[in-house]
């Protein structure tokens, strides 16, 4: 009987965060594609678009003018999916499958910067150090309104990922229930810290209990190899998971101790922060040469801390929650050809053709200088 290779033979790999399995089925990569081709990401647009709802000075279809910013810019979404509070109450259901829950919040828009042609891993250092700060800034101005129970922070790039403006920019979320897919990922990080370590060395969670992911970042990290690790800097540490179930997927999270939100990052972790979000997302354009679409999501603690407090109550449950990011990026073979979640992946389970390992040796030899200007500096 022939022995296994994972980098040949299907398999099925388990995610821990939402407890699901993934397929691996890394010989379909020999499969040749006669389907849809996308059209690759505009890479050349304007300093200044006359046009652009986003652009400095231009007026919003809401009849709104944007301020003549320098750098980053926030304002409330005009068509906001969630509304402030109060909100209404929810009829009685007519039936126990037929609920409703009312939800309020409210939506920001942080523009990164004026230029419209600059997306984040072409903003120099200092430009994607004041995102990190706003994103800071909404997380706590956000988590202080009464009834909030989670803010969400995520950046859709590129129209195949519904982004309806290159500007580049990103989104705040903020509701008064935790999300399905946060609260099935906190639910999972409780019920593990409440086991035994089981990685020696690993930073651990609120009183000195087993964290998920400080085990799994120092499980990634003691591996002699490190396959599956893309890039790390002395705070900061961005893979593709081990169960990973988009092409290039990856996790960027703190590995040397246990944080539970954005506001809790002291300035050497912001700085480190900023840094390898630039390593990453230039790595994502060097890959196929084109501006690399996807969704990032930040996942965080529900409730933020008090401003300015690094040190969370004892009694807070929610410390359990690991900082960490998630970039789902569609492109699979080339800036052309993407992957689809459907079929299997809609009626069955998450399924992935080339492995993770595979995927994270092709980011990581990747250069770190932006394939549209090679001598540019990150400082």
């Not at 200044?48 to 003018?65: H, I, M, Q, T």
């Not at 509070?85 to 009312?102: D, F, K, M, N, Y």
């Not at 492109?331 to 992935?352: C, D, I, T």
Request: glycine residues 4%; proline residues 10%.
């Amino acid at each position: 009987m022939t022995d296994f290779d994972p980098s040949t033979h299907p398999h099925r790999r388990f995610n821990p965060l939402l407890e699901e399995h993934v397929l691996v089925s890394p010989h379909r990569m020999k499969r040749p594609w006669l389907g849809q081709v996308e059209a690759p990401q505009t890479t050349t647009l304007p300093q200044y678009d006359e046009k652009c709802y986003l652009c400095p000075g231009n007026s919003r279809s809401s009849g709104v003018a944007n301020d003549p910013y320098e750098h980053t810019y926030v304002f409330e979404n005009d068509f906001a999916a969630v509304l402030p509070a109060p909100a209404p109450a929810a009829p009685v259901a007519p039936h126990r499958l037929l609920s409703t829950e009312p939800v309020h919040g409210g939506c920001d828009v942080l523009i990164f910067h004026p230029r419209h042609d600059l997306t984040l891993p072409q903003l120099p250092h200092s430009e994607v150090l004041r995102v990190v700060q706003e994103w800071i800034n909404l997380y706590l101005t956000r988590g202080r309104q009464e009834g909030t129970k989670y803010v969400q922070i995520f950046e859709n790039k590129g129209s195949i990922m519904g982004c309806s403006n290159p500007h580049p920019h990103c989104q705040t979320w903020t509701l008064s229930a935790i999300p399905t897919i946060p609260s099935k990922e906190l639910a999972s990080l409780r019920r593990y810290s409440g086991g035994e370590p089981s990685v020696d060395g690993a930073p651990s969670g609120p009183k000195g209990r087993p964290c998920l992911l400080c085990e799994y970042a120092h499980l990634e990290l003691s591996q002699e190899s490190e396959r599956r690790i893309v890039a790390k800097n002395d705070h900061w540490l961005a893979l593709v998971p081990w169960w990973a179930t988009w092409p290039f997927e990856l996790l960027v999270l703190p590995y040397r101790r246990h944080i539970s939100s954005i506001a809790d990052l002291t300035g050497d972790e912001k700085d480190s922060f900023a840094r390898i979000l630039t390593t990453v997302t230039v790595k994502y354009d060097n890959l196929f040469q084109c501006s690399f679409a996807y969704s990032m999501g930040i996942h965080q603690r529900p409730i933020p801390p008090p401003e300015n407090s690094t040190v969370l109550p004892d009694n807070d449950e929610d410390n359990i929650a690991h900082l960490h990011l998630h970039f789902a990026p569609p492109l699979l073979r080339s800036a052309s050809v993407r992957k689809f979640l459907v079929g299997f992946e809609l009626m069955a389970e998450a399924q992935r053709d080339l492995t993770p390992e595979q995927a994270a040796a092709r980011l990581r030899a990747c250069s770190e200088n932006h394939y549209l200007d090679s001598t540019r500096s990150t400082a």
